[in-house]
């Protein structure tokens, strides 16, 4: 390979980070979403929900209005954090949330940066990072309730961690690969992951709730008992970016599921190595889908209430648990008497 | 009661709080009043702002003594031509001699618009209005002189659209334009 | 986690000092708080000990009242219990009535009774919303909100206010039905039973409530007996007690109404009995605006009092002006108490007069002070997530607690 075609290499895969399906698409996404929550929530609600910031598109720009705002308010480091961790957590947390993304390939090109056929192992590890980095902003926080979050979540993580991974495993399992890619085209020619194994989407959705703090496992941030949870020491950009880190997660996530369980960018079934039919067209698809995914987790806050940690946890030890490894011998028999 | 009680089990329970949930979400609800692009026009024994008629009031200090939060002070006048009060001259708070008399004036930052002031007075000189929503900007303008007083209260969101509320099957309440 | 078992008995003899324990200050500023702070002690996750700090919103309502005439108590009284403005009121002018000697004509009463059925629903409405946004729904939060609308619209129509009406005074009540009242009313009725079936979906037979609430702060009959908790609280412990129906006042010995009772006396419950109770209520506003008797709504002693503009206001516009006895009202020298079932449960006022132009000694008993007990008693060796469950079953509000 010469050196010209790497730098243009480069420079697209600089792209696929930076704008798509990187940052600027997290950024819009993450602001339609969360406005689309409070919509959703508000038309439940028989209310207006967000409407005079942008009243001609139904205030669409509130959740940027609150990040400008986030973005000039005073920042207040309490006397008596850990400073450093204080400060870099919630940075770390959405840096790693983000770049779990240059794993998760949305169209059939790849980049030679990160070349790999085991991008769905290295996603995993990314995402399973970022919990670690909210256990840090607990910690740090010292404060009480910042204190009671971290341990609900150091709970919560244990015990719905293992399914989530079955759940992958099985999907693995029937697919034969660790790759997105030869997961989505082995979908493109057989069926959606979704009707191969619904008992692992249903755990994967079951875990995307509770990993991103969706109702009703809103209970590391549980306002009534704790405040604000993690987040009660922060303020500012600071906080913005605590709140958005959900989000982002859930984003990451609902592309996982869109690739594993939704065929991917099916009905797109090109495979071409070029950046407009091997990228944005069928990175469009996937992130419509993975939308889609998105704005059904969010209607859940309209309907639930928060469980409690316990019930929480036992049944992720139980319910969940067995789910996955059901979902895991259904794979096994699938690809015993299917393939 | 033991019927009402009856848990509901899981799965059921689910899919029904899900379903009605959509189906709110589907189906036109809105209760809320776009406020302020629209206004609301209340009933007419509406309690809001009032003022006083100037040539009915007799000065009898009923309406100061049953206020609650003594939001009422009444200020020394003389009665000129017409029946009209002009103020007394600077200084005078005692009220004696030919053509003297009291009004009253509210403190609205004090009044809690329990219209006692309104329902006490003997000769009803009180004129009420429907005017709910005014917000002061000063602490002085809390408490008007006599003769700002005595202006009818302005409405706020002149141009904003007027409706009236109803009672409604479907969404509780709803809103219709005003006749 | 250890899953110690704690007990009622065992919060006498627990030594909360030391470092054992987790002492969390929820309050007086937390959004799970309202205006009080509670003190808990957590072991892991298990509530060890509340101690619930009252009187941030003490508002020397009693005092107050001492230093004024007859009459002002009644906007006093209203803002102590802001959701229940109308039985607030209604106890007071009972009480006075009592002094006075006034008996109230018909159709005062049944007007009193009226307003404090409609009152009563919002009540509940807003005890069940802020059960809701406790357990983190916001939807019933924004629903329960959002219903209390129309009721309270009906309230806005018959007395010209919304929360604050101070409609009820010594003799009477002070307008009379409006037209078009009772079409409205039965409109509003209709939606709020259609809306209940809704409220059952998402909330009461929502799994997640249900898990949250059964067996969660139960307080036996005799516990609820013997810590003397009042209204629907006290009934959903299975204790068949409603002032309405034990010392009837104002038109209720005319109405026909059931008291529901619960069993178990959970969290549960207390949220069933607040929605069987507002099934009652409509009853009620139905069977009132069917029976009204037609006639004066004040007493015939203020009546005659009027001077002849208010006559002609009265004759012709149904409202009730204040002869100046209003002002210089001087009940008999004595003393009088009142019962009212409100809608957390029962007031108690008590009153002496010297024959003065003011109060002589002023006293009165709201129910959420009266549920305060719940705070120490049922959340011993719950969780920590159990505390709002319970605060919010409860329905408590400190400013009325504080008075
Ligand atoms: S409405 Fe009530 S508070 Fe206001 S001035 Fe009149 S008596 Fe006083
Ligand atoms: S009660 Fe009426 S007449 Fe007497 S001072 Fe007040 S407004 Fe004037």
């Not at chain 1, 919630?90 to 983000?98: K, N, Q, R, Y």
Request: charged share 20%; with cysteine; aromatic share 12%.
């Amino acid at each position: 390979m010469g050196i010209i075609p790497l730098i243009l290499w480069l420079i697209q895969d600089l792209l696929y980070i930076i704008i798509f399906p990187g940052l600027v698409t997290i950024l819009v996404v993450v602001v339609i979403i969360i406005w689309l929550e409070r919509k959703i929530a508000a038309k439940v609600q028989m209310r207006f929900g967000p409407l005079w910031v942008s009243k001609k598109i139904g205030g669409a720009l509130q959740s940027l209005a609150d990040l400008l705002r986030y973005s000039f308010q005073e920042v207040i480091i309490p006397e008596k954090t850990d400073k450093w961790a204080f400060i870099l957590a919630p940075g770390l947390m959405f840096a790693f949330a983000t770049i779990a993304l240059i794993f998760i390939p949305v169209g059939p090109y790849y980049s030679v940066l990160f070349p790999s056929y085991y991008t769905i192992l290295f996603s995993l590890a990314l995402i399973i990072i970022t919990p670690i980095f909210a256990i840090t902003v607990g910690w740090a926080s010292d404060n009480k309730f910042s204190f009671i979050g971290a341990l609900r979540e150091g709970f919560l993580l244990i015990s719905y961690e293992i399914p989530f991974l079955l759940s992958v495993v099985s999907m693995v399992i029937i697919f034969h690969t660790y790759d997105y890619i030869n997961a989505v085209q082995n979908q493109l020619s057989f069926l959606p992951g979704i009707i191969l194994n619904p008992l692992a989407a249903l755990t994967m959705l079951i875990v995307m709730i509770r990993t991103t703090g969706r109702f009703p496992f809103d209970i590391t941030e549980a306002d009534s008992e704790l405040v604000m949870g993690l987040f009660t020491e922060y303020s500012a950009l600071f906080f913005g970016v605590g709140m958005a880190t959900p989000y982002v997660e859930l984003y990451n996530f609902s592309l996982i599921f869109s690739l594993l369980f939704l065929g991917g960018w099916w009905p797109f079934t090109l495979n071409v190595m070029n950046p407009v039919y091997g990228l944005i067209l069928p990175g469009i698809i996937v992130v419509v889908k993975a939308f889609i995914v998105m704005a059904v987790l969010v209607f859940l806050r309209a309907v639930y209430p928060r469980y409690r940690l316990d019930q929480a946890v036992r049944s992720g030890w139980s319910y969940v648990l067995l789910l996955s490894i059901l979902s895991v011998i259904l794979s096994v028999v699938e690809v015993m008497f299917l393939r | 009661m033991s019927e009402v009680r009856k848990p509901r089990d899981p799965l059921t329970g689910h899919v029904k709080a899900l379903a009605k949930g959509f189906k709110y979400l589907v189906e036109p609800n809105r209760m809320t009043l776009d406020y302020p692009a629209e206004t609301m026009k209340l009933p007419p024994n509406y309690r809001g702002f009032f003022t006083v008629d100037d040539k009915k009031c007799i000065g009898c200090s009923m309406c100061e003594m049953v206020c609650p939060p003594e939001a009422i002070t009444m200020v020394p006048r003389i009665i000129g031509e017409g029946g009209k009060t002009i103020p007394a001259p600077e200084g005078e708070k005692e009220v004696k001699g030919p053509k003297r008399t009291k009004r009253p004036v509210v403190n609205w930052g004090k009044c809690i618009f329990c219209y006692f002031c309104v329902d006490v007075c003997p000769v009803d000189a009180f004129i009420p209005t429907q005017v709910h929503d005014l917000a002061f900007e000063k602490d002085s303008e809390y408490r008007p002189s006599y003769e700002d007083y005595l202006k009818p209260p302005e409405e706020p969101y002149k141009n904003s659209k007027k409706v009236i509320s109803k009672a409604d099957l479907k969404r509780g309440v709803s809103y219709e334009p005003a006749p | 986690m250890s899953e110690k078992v704690y007990n009622i008995d065992d919060l006498q003899n627990i030594n909360v000092e030391g470092e054992k324990y987790i002492i969390l200050q929820i309050g007086p500023s937390h959004p799970g708080s309202g205006h009080m702070r509670l003190k808990v002690w957590l072991d892991g996750d298990i509530i060890v000990k509340v101690d619930p700090d009252i009187g941030f919103v003490h508002r020397t309502s009693e005092w107050l009242s001492e230093r004024r005439e007859w009459i002002k108590a009644v906007p006093i009284v209203e803002r102590i219990m802001l959701p229940d403005t109308v039985h607030a009121n209604l106890a007071y002018v009972l009480t006075v009535e009592k002094l006075l000697g006034i008996e109230p004509p018909p159709r005062a009463q049944y007007l009193r009774s009226l307003v404090a059925e409609i009152n009563r629903i919002t009540s509940h409405l807003y005890g069940i919303g802020i059960f809701g946004i406790f357990l983190g729904s916001s939807t019933v939060y924004m629903w329960a909100f959002g219903d209390r609308e129309p009721f309270i619209d009906l309230m806005e129509m018959l007395t010209g206010a919304r929360i604050t009406t101070s409609y009820i005074i010594p003799g009477g009540v002070r307008w009379d039905l409006p037209n078009g009242f009772k079409e409205r009313a039965e409109t509003v009725l209709q939606y709020m039973e259609r809306r209940l079936k809704d409220y059952e979906d998402i909330w009461v037979k929502n799994p997640v409530v249900q898990a949250r609430t059964i067996n969660v702060g139960t307080l036996k009959k005799e516990d609820a007996i013997r810590l003397g908790v009042v209204g629907p609280n006290l009934r959903a412990s299975g204790v068949y007690y409603d002032t309405r129906k034990h010392h009837p006042y104002a038109a209720y010995s005319n109405l026909d109404f059931e008291v529901p009772t619960m069993k178990n006396g959970d969290s549960y419950d207390r949220l069933l009995i607040r929605v069987e109770e507002i099934k009652q209520s409509i009853k009620l506003i139905r069977q009132i605006l069917k029976d009204i008797p037609e006639g004066k709504i004040i007493a015939d002693q203020i009546y005659n009092q009027l001077n002849p503009v208010m006559k002609k206001n009265y004759e012709e516009k149904k409202r009730v002006m204040f002869p100046a006895f209003m002002i210089h009202m001087r009940p008999p020298a004595g003393e009088a108490s009142a019962k009212v079932e409100a809608g957390r449960g029962e007031i108690f006022f008590y009153i002496k007069s010297t024959g003065d132009k003011y109060p002589y000694r002023f006293r009165w008993v709201t129910p959420s002070f009266r549920n305060l007990p719940y705070f120490t008693h049922v959340t011993v060796g719950h969780r920590l997530a159990d505390l709002p469950t319970i605060y919010g079953s409860i329905d408590y509000f400190p400013p009325e607690a504080d008075r």
